[in-house]
């Protein structure tokens, strides 16, 4: 099951030195010069445009922005990225962008390559099942739990949440779609009452959602089935089907996406 509601229409392009506006609001996000110089770091590349940023820090907002690049591929793996470059690509300085990529860092999206910048890191399919197998073994037996213990009523309040991974997925949104798609997963574990299992879930899952290399077409077939999958699931755990919960909790495992 993959990640937030899905955005509509073509995505907003960037104007240097300025972010867009932001959503909900008329006033448009205070931008910071970019340096002149790029303080010895290499641009070895430029990403494409970036998306729209929301929160309402430079930083998280910045951070955002990468993770979305990221899921969709945008930045490439194995290339170098500056943050003077990316800065620039924002309309900001390469401070908030070299804090988010310090960030990324912690997460595994992104190691430190000195005097140059960061390099995206590349998952090749073993380092992916091996993620899928840890997540497996966390969530899989925390879930069937659940479904044994848990009323229906309150599994019904998460109806919300899976609907949004299929309106994420029925338009292709990578981005949307992973940040869905773990609201989905961390509502489900919180029912646990157990915070410290919620965040190591949360911290693979996130692990697991850099990148993935199929085309637009596969990756919207793959979001689709995934999504469908979180609204079986909902459905067995409300009638209180035990046998269906536990078949479709360790089928959504084996997938790529999950």
Do not use: C, K
Not at 57 to 64: F, T, Y
Not at 80 to 97: D, H, N
Not at 108 to 124: D, I, M, Q, S
Not at 212 to 223: Q, W
């Amino acid at each position: 099951m993959e990640q937030g509601s899905a955005r509509e229409g073509a995505r907003p392009a960037y104007a240097p030195g300025a972010f867009p506006y932001v959503s909900g609001s008329a006033a448009r996000v205070p931008r910071e010069r970019v340096p002149e110089q790029a303080r010895g770091e290499h641009t070895h590349s430029e990403p494409p445009a970036p998306r729209a940023v929301r929160r309402h820090s430079v930083r998280g907002q910045i951070l955002d922005a990468l993770r979305a690049a990221l899921v969709d591929g945008e930045l490439v793996p194995g290339q170098v990225y500056s943050a003077p470059a990316l800065g620039a690509r924002f309309g900001v300085s390469a401070t908030p962008v070299r804090e988010a990529m310090q960030r990324l860092a912690v997460e595994g999206a992104v190691e430190v390559v000195p005097n140059r910048g960061f390099r995206v890191t590349e998952r090749g399919p073993r380092e992916l099942a091996e993620l899928a197998e840890v997540r497996a073994l966390i969530e899989v037996p925390v879930m069937l739990s659940l479904a044994r213990t848990v009323p229906a009523h309150r599994w019904s309040v998460l109806r919300p949440l899976a609907e949004a991974t299929v309106a994420a997925a029925a338009v292709g949104d990578r981005a949307a779609y992973a940040e869905s798609d773990r609201a989905f997963h961390r509502a489900v574990l919180t029912l646990s009452r157990n915070e410290q299992l919620v965040t190591i879930a949360d911290e693979l899952h996130r692990r697991a959602q850099w990148p993935l290399v199929a085309g637009p077409a596969t990756r919207r077939a793959e979001l689709l089935a995934d999504a469908a999958e979180h609204t079986a699931l909902l459905d067995a755990l409300i009638a209180q089907d035990l046998t269906v919960v536990q078949a479709l909790v360790r089928e959504h495992f084996t997938g790529a996406d999950g």
